[in-house]
Each structure stands twice: as structure tokens, then as C-alpha cells.
């Protein structure tokens, strides 16, 4: 579908966008796609127009500086493991070393399916993969893992750690992954967003 983004380039103007302020990163094929810089009468409408084209994707079109708003396929896998961690309360000390259940959701997202299967991505693929990552942590405790040393296994540094991992274990399927959430407790979760996915 193909429209004009509400209210802001008609704000603006055609004639008032840079050339120099647009800027592409094909390499990275992130959701956005493209930033527009504008020449505007003040600081903050150019922030939040940059921020209204950030939330959505899309790419522009040379030929009449109109968004034209692209469709984003997602997939998800989740699963879990038990492990223990101790986060550091400074001056020393450590949490009381406690167990959790921790629930892991890997998210893919990609503009385009993969051909023979019309999918994201292999749903069995990436089970094996989180299987393979997470059975050596069954029943551990996390603190003893390098990436956690000190007592930074906060559920934020475990799905970085996750997340990592699983794109090396994927290898080039592992290039559409968005971000990987972990649960420890109901209603406390967080997530690690790699950067490097290829919608």
C-alpha cells in the first residue's frame, strides 16, 4: 500500500527535504530502512519526525519523496530452562544464589519468506538450536559462566547472552533474528535486540 505519511511531509513540504539527510542502510536491512533529515523550523520537529518515520517500515520513493509502507513477516519460538543466579548488590555481595524457570521467546522478522517453505524461518531449526544452547544450562548456575561473571546474569545480560548464541548456532538463518525475551518470574521480562537482523 502505498500513501503519504500522515500530517508531516505535508508540514513540511517536498521542496524543504535535504538531500544529504537521506540516509540508507541497506547492509543492515533494519526495519526503518531510511532516515530522512528535514530543514525545519525547530530542533524538536526535526526529533520527532525522525521518530514517526523510525516506527514504521518502510522505504521511500525517489521519484515523489512519498513513504511507501512495506509488510513485515514475523515468527516466533519459545521454550524454557532452570537455572540458578545471584545478581550483584554491590560492595561485594551477591544475591542469595536462587533458582528460576526461565522462559526464552525468539523472534524472527523478515520483509520476505523463505522460498521452498513460504516461512521466516525453520521453526525446527531454531528448537534444535535452543535446545543445543540451553540443555548444557539445565539445572547450573549461571554465575559460573564467563558472560556472567561478577554476578551480572540479570535477566537483561541472559538474553543478550541467548540472543548471541543463537545466531552463531544459526549462521546465515540466524540473520533475520529481532530479539530474544526471557522471563524469569510471571510479569518479569527482558530483552536483547541484536542489531543485526536482516528483514
Not at 540516509?23 to 530542533?43: C, F, K, R, Y
Not at 526535526?46 to 511507501?68: C, G, K, N
Not at 531454531?126 to 539445572?139: G, H, M, S, T, Y
Request: charged share 20%.
Amino acid at each position: 500500500m502505498r500513501r503519504d505519511h500522515p500530517r508531516h511531509l505535508g508540514e513540511f513540504g517536498y521542496h524543504r527535504l535535504l538531500a544529504v539527510g537521506l540516509a540508507a542502510w541497506q547492509d543492515a536491512n533494519q526495519t526503518a530502512g531510511w532516515i530522512l533529515g528535514l530543514h525545519s523550523p525547530t530542533a524538536s520537529d526535526d526529533a520527532f519526525f525522525a521518530i514517526s518515520f523510525l516506527s514504521y517500515p518502510f522505504r521511500i520513493s525517489q521519484s515523489s519523496y512519498t513513504m511507501v509502507y512495506m509488510g513485515l513477516y514475523e515468527a516466533s519460538v519459545e521454550t524454557t530452562f532452570r537455572a540458578d543466579h545471584a545478581l550483584n548488590l554491590g560492595g561485594g555481595k551477591l544475591e542469595v544464589s536462587h533458582e528460576h524457570d526461565w522462559a526464552v521467546t525468539a523472534t524472527f522478522r523478515s520483509r520476505n519468506l523463505l522460498e521452498q517453505m513460504a516461512v521466516v524461518i525453520d521453526f525446527e531449526l531454531v528448537i534444535a538450536a535452543l535446545r543445543k544452547i540451553l540443555d548444557p544450562l539445565e539445572d547450573t548456575d549461571l554465575n559460573e559462566i564467563d558472560f556472567f561473571a561478577g554476578g551480572h546474569s540479570s535477566t537483561e545480560r541472559v538474553a543478550e547472552y541467548l540472543a548471541d548464541r543463537l545466531m552463531d548456532e544459526l549462521g546465515t538463518p540466524g540473520k533475520t533474528l529481532y530479539c530474544v525475551t526471557v522471563t524469569e518470574a510471571p510479569g518479569c521480562k527482558a530483552g536483547f535486540y541484536p542489531g543485526k537482523s536482516q528483514p
